[in-house]
Structure formats: structure tokens, C-alpha cells
T-cell receptor
Framework: EPEVTQTPSHQVTQMGQEVILRCVPI?????FYWYRQILGQKVEFLVS????????KSEIFDDQFSVERPDGSNFTLKIRSTKLEDSAMYFC???????????FGPGTRLTVL | DQQVKQNSPSLSVQEGRISILNCDYT??????FLWYKKYPAEGPTFLIS?????DKNEDGRFTVFLNKSAKHLSLHIVPSQPGDSAVYFC?????????FGEGTQLTVNP
């Protein structure tokens, strides 16, 4: 069964550094999402992406964050200058057209020191 | 963000019995509701969903009920199996975003 994949599984970085989290959505999906879960908190929506542009973003998704679909298979989340509070599990999700269910990847654990 | 709440952090049931997980919401703009199951170190796995225009959806051992007037949904698992032990999240959609509850840890004892 097709799955969303994410790399790396764990990323450790120093505060102020840039990180790029990568996702390969399911191949016939056209809607893409990033969510995050800070330890002990709820899963939170960050951004949705369709047709090469952002459809919706949350208050968390400020100028430090950006998303890109650099080719036909990858979907990336970039954090320009990481802060301690960016430490979280980041989940990518994707969805087929005309369906409602979002399918999630295994997550990337980001640790900012 | 209190728009979606799961008030029970944990639930323990015996194998073969029914598990009932509950979720309450406050936002009337939610048009679709989903349940996800999550194991440690994995992403949420989609289980079952329901549109806001329906009151019940069934898929095998899983049934979701929606009470719009009470802004309440529940997930019934029957019969419960030890492999069902996981954290269960309800999520509600408005626009393109999902808003999640806190999760309920279900433990099914053999």
C-alpha cells in the first residue's frame, strides 16, 4: 500500500541554523500538508499546499517557514533560522483530489539545541 | 486551542468488549470529522471518517457516530482486540486544515 515517506527520521540542529525537512507524498495525491506536534501537546496544522501554492497557513507558519515542491515527487518544509521552540515532531500529509482523508507520514523529529 | 477536545486521556477495556472513545467540538464550521490511530514513533494512521451531514458511518469493527446538536462524536470499536491498543485522535476539518484533539490512550487487555 502506498505511503507518505519522510526524511530524515531525526534531525538535530543548532539554534539559528536552517533545516529542510523532506517528504514524498503518495504518488496520485495533489494536496499536501505539514503539521507538527510539540512534546505533550496536540498535533497542530502548519500549512496546506495545492497547485504549487499555499492554500492555507496557520498563525505558527510565519516568515521563518517556507514550503516547496521542487520536483514531481518531493515536498519540503524549510525553517530558516531555527529556535528552541521549533523542537517538535513534524508530520507531512497528503490527500487525493475529491477525497477527504489526509494520510500522514511517520514524522521527522526535530531537536533544536 | 480548545476547539476539539478529548476529555479522557486513557481508556482500558477487556478484549472482546466494546471500546467507546469520545470527542467534543465547539466550531460549527467543521464539515468533516476523522479518527486516527497512532503508535509510538509513527505518524497518525487514518481509521474512519464522517461527513457533518451524516450521523453514522460504519467500517468493519469501527463505527463513528456524530451528534451535531451536541457537537459530539464517538468512535465505537467492537469487539476490541489487543492490537487496537494505541492513541486515538479525533480530528475536525474546516477549510483545508485538520484540528486535532489531545488523544486518548486505549489499552485492550487480553
Amino acid at each position: 500500500e502506498p505511503e507518505v515517506t519522510q526524511t530524515p527520521s531525526h534531525q538535530v540542529t543548532q539554534m539559528g541554523q536552517e533545516v529542510i525537512l523532506r517528504c514524498v507524498p503518495i504518488s496520485n495525491h495533489l494536496y499536501f500538508y505539514w503539521y507538527r506536534q510539540i512534546l505533550g501537546q496536540k498535533v497542530e496544522f502548519l500549512v496546506s499546499f495545492y497547485n504549487n501554492e499555499i492554500s492555507e497557513k496557520s498563525e505558527i507558519f510565519d516568515d521563518q517557514f517556507s514550503v516547496e515542491r521542487p520536483d514531481g515527487s518531493n515536498f519540503t518544509l524549510k525553517i530558516r533560522s531555527t529556535k528552541l521552540e521549533d523542537s517538535a515532531m513534524y508530520f507531512c500529509a497528503s490527500k487525493r483530489p475529491n477525497y477527504n482523508e489526509q494520510f500522514f507520514g511517520p514524522g521527522t523529529r526535530l531537536t533544536v539545541l | 486551542d480548545q476547539q476539539v477536545k478529548q476529555n479522557s486521556p486513557s481508556l482500558s477495556v477487556q478484549e472482546g468488549r466494546i471500546s467507546i472513545l469520545n470527542c467534543d467540538y465547539t466550531n460549527s464550521m467543521f464539515d468533516y470529522f476523522l479518527w486516527y490511530k497512532k503508535y509510538p514513533a509513527e505518524g497518525p494512521t487514518f481509521l474512519i471518517s464522517i461527513s457533518s451531514i451524516k450521523d453514522k458511518n460504519e467500517d468493519g469493527r469501527f463505527t463513528v457516530f456524530l451528534n451535531k446538536s451536541a457537537k459530539h462524536l464517538s468512535l465505537h470499536i467492537v469487539p476490541s482486540q489487543p492490537g487496537d491498543s494505541a492513541v486515538y485522535f479525533c480530528a475536525a476539518r474546516s477549510g483545508s486544515r485538520l484540528t486535532f484533539g489531545e488523544g486518548t490512550q486505549l489499552t485492550v487487555n487480553p
